[in-house]
């Protein structure tokens, strides 16, 4: 696994101050992107929680989750999450280190007791004194919250005090791309109440040593959720239920629990589960298989494929404005191109980390992750692959079939309603559940105007 070194430069510690007249948490950041450009320690709000104790339990659970391995679990190594201000709500977002749970915290407007979020995407210091302070909050006292140095600080930073340096995967990053474009297309499925919400959640395995190995549903049933061996209709893939445990720490404060998935068609898939509190919500999306990361999904493939969707890209992100919602069909009138190519152009920035898709609001939101996530791209090893056969000359296309020669091997690629199948293991391991093979994906490019042997295009 490829990975870079991520240094998080920060004036001090992050801190739950209770010595004065109420209590104040003073999160840190470090380098991130605002309107204004790149930011050394940006400021994105300073005001009250309107559910302090709620909102303490669900950054934790996003530490949580950012401090975590569900498969083959090492020494832990985590990155601070990050945060994003869109105006009317703070974002905190983290990733699992195998790359297999995505979590986000959303305080929306009516959790901010009114003020106003800057805008821009940054890292925040979360370390173990700041949990332990966190873990006992007991009572709803004002807490005042600032995102961000103060003022005095603002003005009298010299340097850097605390410096992290952690280890930043490759599949990582690609793993933010793949987790957008999975919930994209998924559509509520079953909303629980509270009570049975928490008796569902906690009717669930704590460790991976007592859950059952390989896919697994449940089916609305009523009121609850009930276990079941296949995806009947309406079923919902809950893969590695374990990985929910995190949820516990809001339970007691849920108003319901929404489920979101793709239609089931018998194989496992991602799932979401959203926990709606008061003023926020706190979402974990899981991937298929506790042993398969985000990564690997291969969703935004095809987005990659083309110089078309980076010049698309370039146009769109334009246009973007830290908005808490994007609208593609707002998009595609300002920026005259067609929706299925701002929606795929989204996707495109979705690689960079530059937009992310929002499950209760069906839409795409604007972050800038503070991180070369271009990386992620520039080392997908299909992608790369695939353009290595694409300008090699190795595809010869025929009509609705074309031949890839890939080592000592020749592989038969066919195109049947817009759907591209090969004859190569990955295609007969997954049928496009996945995204493309390399093979399918040099003939994308093939087609869309590279350039291939005897001069065919």
Same mark, same amino acid.
């Given at each position: 696994?490829?990975?870079?070194?991520?240094?998080?430069?920060?004036?001090?510690?992050?801190?739950?101050?209770?010595?004065?007249?109420?209590?104040?948490?003073?999160?840190?950041?470090?380098?991130?992107?605002?309107?204004?450009?790149?930011?050394?320690?940006?400021?994105?709000?300073?005001? *009250?929680?309107?559910?302090?104790?709620?909102?303490?339990?669900?950054?934790?659970?996003?530490?949580?989750?950012? %401090?975590?391995?569900?498969?083959?679990?090492?020494?832990?190594?985590?990155?601070?999450?990050?945060?994003?201000?869109?105006?009317?709500?703070?974002?905190?977002?983290?990733?699992?280190?195998?790359?297999?749970?995505?979590?986000?915290?959303?305080?929306?407007?009516?959790?901010?007791?009114?003020?106003?979020?800057?805008?821009?995407?940054?890292?925040?210091?979360?370390?173990?004194?700041?949990?332990?302070?966190?873990?006992?909050?007991?009572?709803?006292?004002?807490?005042?919250?600032?995102?961000?140095?103060?003022?005095?600080?603002?003005?009298?930073? &010299?340097?850097?005090?605390?410096?992290?340096?952690?280890?930043?995967?490759?599949?990582?990053?690609?793993?933010?791309?793949?987790?957008?474009?999975?919930?994209?297309? *998924?559509?509520?499925?079953?909303?629980?109440?509270?009570?049975?919400?928490?008796?569902?959640? !906690?009717?669930?395995?704590?460790?991976?040593?007592?859950? %059952?190995?390989?896919?697994?549903?449940?089916?609305?049933?009523?009121?609850?959720?009930?276990?079941?061996?296949?995806?009947?209709?309406?079923?919902?893939?809950?893969?590695?239920?374990?990985?929910?445990?995190?949820?516990?720490?809001?339970?007691?404060?849920?108003?319901?629990?929404?489920?979101?998935?793709?239609?089931? &068609?018998?194989?496992?898939?991602?799932?979401?589960?959203?926990?709606?509190?008061?003023?926020?919500?706190?979402?974990?999306?899981?991937?298929?298989?506790?042993?398969?990361?985000?990564?690997?999904?291969?969703?935004?493939?095809?987005?990659?494929?083309?110089? &078309?969707?980076?010049?698309?890209?370039?146009?769109?992100?334009?246009?973007?404005?830290?908005?808490?919602?994007?609208?593609?069909?707002?998009?595609?009138?300002?920026?005259?191109?067609?929706?299925?190519?701002?929606?795929?152009?989204?996707?495109?920035?979705?690689?960079?980390?530059?937009?992310?898709?929002?499950?209760?609001?069906?839409?795409?939101?604007?972050?800038?992750?503070?991180?070369?996530?271009?990386?992620?791209?520039?080392?997908?090893?299909?992608?790369?692959?695939? !353009?290595?056969?694409?300008?090699?000359?190795?595809?010869?296309?025929?009509?609705?079939?074309?031949?890839?020669?890939?080592?000592?091997?020749?592989?038969?690629?066919?195109?049947?309603?817009?759907?591209?199948?090969?004859?190569?293991?990955?295609?007969?391991?997954?049928?496009?559940?996945?995204?493309?093979?390399?093979?399918?994906?040099?003939?994308?490019?093939?087609?869309?105007?590279?350039?291939?042997?005897?001069?065919?295009?």
């Amino acid at each position: 696994m490829t990975r870079s070194v991520q240094a998080l430069a920060y004036s001090r510690p992050s801190a739950l101050d209770s010595s004065q007249a109420g209590q104040l948490l003073g999160l840190e950041t470090s380098g991130g992107l605002t309107p204004r450009g790149t930011e050394p320690h940006p400021r994105f709000f300073s005001g *009250f929680l309107t559910s302090p104790r709620i909102a303490a339990r669900g950054l934790l659970a996003v530490a949580d989750v950012a %401090s975590a391995r569900y498969y083959r679990p090492t020494l832990p190594s985590s990155l601070d999450p990050v945060v994003t201000g869109n105006g009317d709500r703070l974002r905190f977002e983290s990733f699992s280190g195998c790359c297999g749970v995505y979590a986000r915290l959303d305080v929306l407007q009516e959790g901010l007791d009114g003020a106003r979020t800057d805008h821009g995407t940054t890292n925040v210091d979360v370390n173990n004194p700041l949990r332990e302070a966190l873990s006992r909050i007991a009572g709803d006292d004002p807490l005042h919250m600032r995102v961000g140095p103060d003022e005095m600080a603002v003005t009298t930073l &010299d340097g850097p005090v605390v410096e992290k340096k952690v280890p930043l995967p490759d599949r990582w990053l690609r793993g933010f791309a793949e987790a957008q474009v999975v919930s994209a297309g *998924f559509d509520l499925r079953a909303e629980l109440s509270a009570a049975e919400a928490v008796r569902f959640l !906690r009717s669930l395995p704590r460790s991976t040593q007592k859950a %059952s190995r390989g896919a697994q549903w449940v089916v609305p049933a009523g009121r609850t959720l009930r276990p079941t061996t296949r995806p009947a209709t309406g079923a919902v893939c809950l893969p590695g239920p374990e990985r929910l445990v995190v949820l516990q720490r809001v339970l007691r404060h849920a108003a319901s629990l929404r489920v979101y998935g793709p239609v089931a &068609d018998g194989a496992a898939t991602a799932s979401a589960w959203e926990v709606v509190l008061p003023g926020m919500r706190l979402t974990l999306t899981l991937s298929p298989d506790v042993s398969r990361g985000f990564s690997g999904e291969g969703g935004v493939l095809e987005a990659l494929a083309t110089d &078309d969707a980076a010049a698309d890209a370039e146009l769109v992100s334009v246009l973007l404005a830290w908005e808490p919602r994007i609208d593609p069909a707002d998009l595609a009138k300002q920026s005259g191109l067609p929706v299925e190519r701002v929606r795929a152009a989204l996707t495109r920035l979705g690689t960079a980390g530059r937009v992310g898709y929002d499950l209760a609001d069906a839409s795409y939101f604007h972050r800038e992750l503070p991180y070369d996530a271009d990386r992620a791209e520039r080392h997908n090893p299909r992608l790369v692959a695939a !353009r290595r056969l694409a300008g090699s000359g190795a595809v010869v296309l025929d009509g609705e079939t074309a031949a890839v020669a890939s080592g000592d091997r020749r592989y038969q690629v066919r195109e049947k309603d817009g759907m591209l199948s090969c004859t190569c293991q990955w295609w007969a391991d997954y049928r496009g559940r996945r995204g493309p093979c390399k093979h399918a994906l040099a003939v994308r490019m093939v087609r869309r105007g590279a350039p291939v042997a005897g001069g065919a295009r």
